[in-house]
Each structure stands twice: as structure tokens, then as C-alpha cells.
């Protein structure tokens, strides 16, 4: 099976530099527009690119593993029901993705100073080394697709067709996750027949960054586990 890790809003796939080599002939697409040609306003634009991305794959079995907006557009392809997946990952993510007006506005009015001021809520631990890497990555990307990205973040709510999805399913979130409190892992694991539920300690949103080898401890299991 072919694991296909999606980042999330502002980021590109420079997130899941752990991951890398955890997860050999897993796949890191940057999304449109994200250090990458093209652009995409909705979670359905994203979710076709992904499922363009990993059609080839599809006779192996494919795993998608969504952080933040990409576990919105892991969801998204899962309910479109165009592309057979294995199984789901969600890192830090939720069928629900409400954000901040004051976010948005920030962002809006002041970007350079808005992810500075944004970063740090990103992590359990924002050391200097984590806010300078996340604005870094933010500024790559740019205002444009930034915005457009918390924008479909805060408008994406599938909370009411959970119990659509048929694939298995990993929630896994930082137990000091600010953006998507480890509440919205446990609404995954409750809603969705099946699905597992993992909080790990010490970790913010960018969990991923910050226990790697916990984070990829639970997603090889759960890789393994898959029928």
C-alpha cells in the first residue's frame, strides 16, 4: 500500500521531514500552490489534486494521512468516494475546522506580523529553532494561499456525515493542541464506526514535529493493522 502524507493550511510537505524516512515509497505532495505551481480555493479542489496524485496507486491500496487542512482533505476524499483507500490517518485534524475571525484578520492586515504572532500556538514547546522553521515554511508559501487556505479551513464541516466514512481510521493529536484540541480526535473516534483515537503528550498541532517517533510509532501500527 502507498501512504500519501498531506500537509496543511500555509505549509508545504517540509512538515513531515520525520516522517520521511519512517515511511519508505510513501508519497509528499506539496498541494497546489504551495511552493508548487497551481492554486485551489475549496477542500474539493484540493481533494481531486489527491486524488489525481494518487490514482496510480490505487490498485496497491492507498493510506491517506492528513495533518490539519489535509485531514479535512483526506475526509473530503473519503466521502467523494472517487478513489478506494485503505485506511485514514488524521494528524491534528477534525471534520470540523473552525477558525479564529481574529486569525483571519491578522493575517490579512499583517502577514509577516500575523505568523509570527501565529506560530507559537503551534507547538507545545515553541523554542525559537519551531517559530523561526513555521514562518519560514509561511512565508514560502505567502499570504495568497495562506488566506485561501484558513479561509476553506474555517468553512469545512463534515461533522454531520462522519458516519458516511467505511474505512478504517486514525485520529492522532498533541495533548496541547491549540488550533484542533484533542476533542476533535475523540468526536473522530466516536462518530466514525471503528476508528481509533490517540493523544499524545508533550506535542501542540504540529505534533508530527514534535514526538515524531511517537507519531510514527501509531501510524506504522495502524498501517500494520490494516486488512
Known sequence: MTPVFIHGAGFTAEVFANQRPAFPGAKFPNLPGHACPGSASTIDDFAQAIEQLAWPDA???VVLCGHSMGGAIALQVALRGRLALRGIVLIGSGA??????AILQDLAGDYEG?????APYFFADPTPERIDWATSLMRTVGPGQTLRDFRVCDAFDVLERLGEISVPLLALTGDSDRMTPSKYALALADRVPGAQARIIAGAGHFVMVEQAEETNAHIAAFLSGLP
Request: hydrophobic fraction near 35%; glycine fraction near 22%.
Open 96 to 101: 470540523r475546522m473552525r477558525v479564529a475571525p
Open 59 to 61: 490498485g496497491e491500496g
Open 114 to 118: 500575523g505568523i509570527e504572532r501565529l
